[in-house]
């Protein structure tokens, strides 16, 4: 058997034991009457446990605020224990620049969209009380830069790592009510253009999200 052919039962072997794993647990779930999807809507604290560099030619540091917003997610479960969670969301934060040569100064805000991609165990799907955890990726996007005190302000978009834990409490077969923590992990350069210079700095923004909402499993 040469290289293409053992290449070729290989990917058949993987194929099947994908299929194997997946649409087995995903008919018990359909002989159970439950949907792979759930969807939750959520009140979220945005706190960002944020640290900077110090600002280039005038020294300090960039202080991002906490905020208030609501985020949507999308849950699809493999199996009874193993899911898939995409987290959208808006959220607008004001930064300021602190203890500077120039005192502080107003950087205006800056709207984020993180969607955050987690996988997930839960380890009593069955149970009214249902725990869970997760890890993945976020990518968050800047954009409706407001300046301030500046005349431009610029933030790089960028790739977090995500950690999450959670849990819902089951109303009856469908409704839930939903306790959401996420951790995640993320940086941006930010250019700040004024007084005919340009000021630049690192920060992490780090934000902890803690949602409050309700669940629905169709």
Not at 47 to 54: E, H, I, L, Q, R
Not at 64 to 92: G, P
Not at 95 to 112: K, P, R
Not at 140 to 153: C, H, L, P, S
Request: hydrophobic share 45%; glycine share 8%; aromatic share 12%.
């Amino acid at each position: 058997m040469n290289f293409l052919s053992c290449t070729k039962v290989l990917l058949i072997m993987v194929m099947s034991a994908f299929l194997t794993t997946t649409i087995a647990p995903l008919t018990a779930m359909a002989e159970e009457g439950k949907s792979p999807w759930l969807v939750r809507a959520r009140l979220l604290g945005v706190v960002p446990d944020d640290s900077s560099s110090d600002i280039t030619v005038i020294g300090g540091k960039a202080e991002v605020d906490d905020s208030i917003t609501a985020d949507l997610d999308f849950t699809y479960f493999f199996t009874n224990h193993f899911a898939a969670e995409l987290t959208l969301a808006v959220a607008k934060n004001d930064v300021s620049a602190v203890n500077t040569a120039v005192g502080n100064l107003d950087l205006g805000h800056v709207y984020l969209l993180p969607p955050t991609l987690t996988a997930q165990y839960h380890f009593t799907p069955d149970s009214r009380f249902r725990p869970y955890v997760g890890a993945g990726v976020n990518y968050t996007v800047f954009f409706n830069e407001d300046a301030g005190v500046a005349n431009d302000i610029e933030y790089d978009n960028g790739f977090g790592f995500a950690l999450q834990a959670g849990f819902d409490i089951g109303l009856d077969e469908n409704w839930a009510l939903n306790f959401d923590v996420k951790k995640i992990w993320l940086s941006t350069d930010v250019t700040v253009h004024a007084l005919g210079t340009t000021v630049e700095t690192d920060v992490d923004i780090d934000p902890w999200l803690f949602g409050m909402g309700i669940a629905y499993r169709f």
